[in-house]
């Protein structure tokens, strides 16, 4: 079985292989060096971070599968938010910080469920409800 975190080192090194040969970035409108490799490293690697820890965990697929799209919204949102003007930029802030707290509950219901359950039947459920539903 391939574990997704070995294929992490390789992307990532790849990425800041490309950043430091001078690669990579673009000019946002505000006149600044964006790291656009940053941004595609991070929208690869922290989904197959997840799915690994998932793995290891014995979470089910669908809260890994919610995990990863949550986790590629708010990487896309923060490269968006970087190539828009102040009060846009502003706006996509505030709706990752919405997205953010909301994940945050989420994980706060799972475990909270997870505990329960596990007073009760005295076996803790392997599937959570990462998306807050």
Known sequence: MLFPATFVTGIASISYFSMA??????????CRQLFVARYMDWLITTPLLLIDLGIV????RWDIMALCLSDSELTLLGLTR??????????????????????SHARHTCSTQRAQQAA???????NCCVDGG
């Open 82 to 103: 970087s190539f828009l003007p102040m009060p846009a930029a502003c706006f996509l802030h505030a709706l990752r910080g919405r997205h953010c707290v909301r994940s």
């Open 57 to 60: 965990a014995g979470v089910s």
């Open 120 to 126: 009760t039947d005295g076996k803790p459920s392997r």
């Open 21 to 30: 040969s001078g690669g990579g970035w673009v000019i946002a409108p505000d």
